[in-house]
């Protein structure tokens, strides 16, 4: 059973950093993409950045371009998404998921079958 877990969420003031975390287990295959995801309140999820077990192949989402990185610790199986010059805009609930059939990239969100429980990010003043 794949359990992933985030944390790192919490209040930044605009401009501010904050670095995101998501540990998981129970993934068998040697091929699979971890993914971050948003959700703000009223819109729909959107896939932010996605990176690949295979080569560390890695995309990103237009407005999160150039401030947020997504890398992998293979040994602690943990995947951080470290976002700078946060925005109000970059407000939401943050969902790290993992998807293992790999036929397109980046895979769409509906190939996504593991989810956590995700973590609230809000950018204030």
């Known amino acids: 059973q794949v359990q992933l877990v985030e944390s790192g969420g919490g209040l930044v003031q605009p401009g501010g950093s904050l670095r995101l975390s998501c540990a998981f287990s129970?993934?068998?295959?040697?091929?699979?993409?971890i993914a971050w995801f948003r959700q703000a309140p009223g819109k729909e999820r959107e896939g932010v950045s996605y990176?690949?077990?295979?080569?560390?192949?890695?995309y990103y989402t237009r407005s999160v371009k150039g401030r947020f990185t997504i890398s992998r610790d293979h040994v602690k199986n943990t995947v951080y998404l470290q976002m700078n010059n946060l925005k109000p805009e970059d407000t939401a609930v943050y969902y790290c998921?993992?998807?293992?059939?790999?036929?397109?990239?980046?895979?769409?969100?509906?190939?996504?079958?593991?989810w956590g429980q995700g973590t609230q990010v809000t950018v204030s003043s």
């Open positions: 990176i690949a077990s295979s080569d560390g192949s890695t």
């Open positions: 129970g993934i068998t295959m040697n091929y699979y993409t």
């Open positions: 998921a993992s998807e293992i059939i790999g036929a397109d990239w980046p895979p769409p969100t509906k190939h996504f079958n593991s």
